[in-house]
T-cell receptor, first 113, second 113 residues
Framework: KQEVTQIPAALSVPEGENLVLNCSFT??????LQWFRQDPGKGLTSLLL???SQREQTSGRLNASLDKSSGRSTLYIAASQPGDSATYLC????????????WGAGTKLIIKP | AAGVIQSPRHLIKEKRETATLKCYPI?????VYWYQQGPGQDPQFLISFYEKMQSDKGSIPDRFSAQQFSDYHSELNMSSLELGDSALYFCASSLKQATGELFFGEGSRLTVL
């Protein structure tokens, strides 16, 4: 059974720092991996999608990497800003499930001004 | 660009009442997913539809039912509501033959009193 773990559960850093959020999964037979952002009580905003054949994706100050063989993904946020404060969730799409997502519990990120 | 539209955004019901949530996927997307996210929890997969047919079933209670209509919009029907049904309900859509990326709506917040 696929399990997704995110470490740390919470992270607080000063504004301007670079940071890394971690996501690990137990079964490497994934179709893709997505990183989402969720503000309190709000919807899920897709940040980056990495296909299983890819190693990384970049969007602005965000860079996500994928090492499928070791079951790990990282989300790198450069030059953090207070507006980056949110919960970040990673989710893997199973190979034979019409893209059903298995979610991590998220990392709650606080960027201090 | 058009996104996934969910309605209503907020809904308050009493125990044992019924509720219906609606989802309008991104145009030309052929797959719809429903997720339930309880307070402080990660989203849980309920059910999905591909081309108006149920494709996968997750942890959807027997009191809940869903369908996808000819115009591809989907409805989640919840009966005999319980306090524990209070949650944020997300709908997502994707195009099966594309990247497998799921696009989420803003969610419908159900509160059962």
């Amino acid at each position: 059974k696929q399990e997704v773990t995110q470490i740390p559960a919470a992270l607080s850093v000063p504004e301007g720092e670079n940071l890394v959020l971690n996501c690990s999964f137990t079964d490497s037979a994934i179709y893709n991996l997505q990183w989402f952002r969720q503000d309190p009580g709000k919807g899920l905003t897709s940040l980056l999608l990495i296909q299983s054949s890819q190693r990384e994706q970049t969007s602005g100050r965000l860079n996500a990497s994928l090492d499928k063989s070791s079951g790990r993904s990282t989300l790198y946020i450069a030059a953090s800003q207070p507006g980056d404060s949110a919960t970040y969730l990673c989710a893997v799409s199973l190979m034979d499930s019409n893209y059903q997502l298995i979610w991590g519990a998220g990392t709650k990120l606080i960027i201090k001004p | 660009a058009a996104g996934v539209i969910q309605s209503p955004r907020h809904l308050i019901k009493e125990k044992r009442e019924t509720a219906t949530l609606k989802c309008y996927p991104i145009p030309r997307h052929d797959t719809v997913y429903w997720y339930q996210q309880g307070p402080g929890q990660d989203p849980q997969f309920l059910i999905s539809f591909y081309e108006k047919m149920q494709s996968d079933k997750g942890s959807i209670p027997d009191r809940f039912s869903a369908q996808q209509f000819s115009d591809y919009h989907s409805e989640l029907n919840m009966s005999s509501l319980e306090l524990g049904d209070s949650a944020l309900y997300f709908c997502a859509s994707s195009l099966k033959q594309a990247t497998g990326e799921l696009f989420f709506g803003e969610g419908s917040r159900l509160t059962v009193l």
